[in-house]
């Protein structure tokens, strides 16, 4: 199973990324989709998952209202459209899968590499 994170970069507060992750090999069944992120110096951290369809999408306090997840019409890729962006969302987002849909690290067996989002002026 691989998941290929990209779209990650430097951008200014208040502007916008879209970052775009793609799975390969998951096995056969529906999965749910999730992205993470990790601070220097701080734990990995729930910022939203999307469901097989597409239609249930949870999203952590922090990014509410400023972050947009999305599934692709193909299943196997998901979205994170990131606007409003603050110097406190500066981190490296990992995408995951895992056939059961939840916020929680630890229930999810497959993770990509991560790409690194920075918010700087």
């Known amino acids: 199973v691989q998941l290929q994170a990209s779209g990650g970069g430097l951008v200014q507060p208040g502007g916008s990324l879209k970052l775009t992750c793609v799975a390969t090999?998951?096995?056969?069944?529906?999965?749910?989709m999730a992205w993470f992120r990790q601070a220097p110096g701080k734990e990995r951290e729930f910022v939203a998952t999307v469901s097989w369809s597409g239609s249930r999408i949870v999203y952590s306090d922090s990014v509410k209202g400023r972050f947009t997840a999305s599934r692709g019409s193909a299943k196997n890729t998901v979205y994170l459209q990131m606007d409003s962006l603050k110097p406190e969302d500066t981190a490296v987002y990992y995408c995951a899968a895992d056939p059961l849909y939840t916020g929680i690290k630890d229930d999810y067996d497959y993770w990509g590499r991560g790409t690194l989002v920075t918010v700087s002026s």
């Open positions: 090999g998951v096995p056969r069944g529906n999965y749910a």
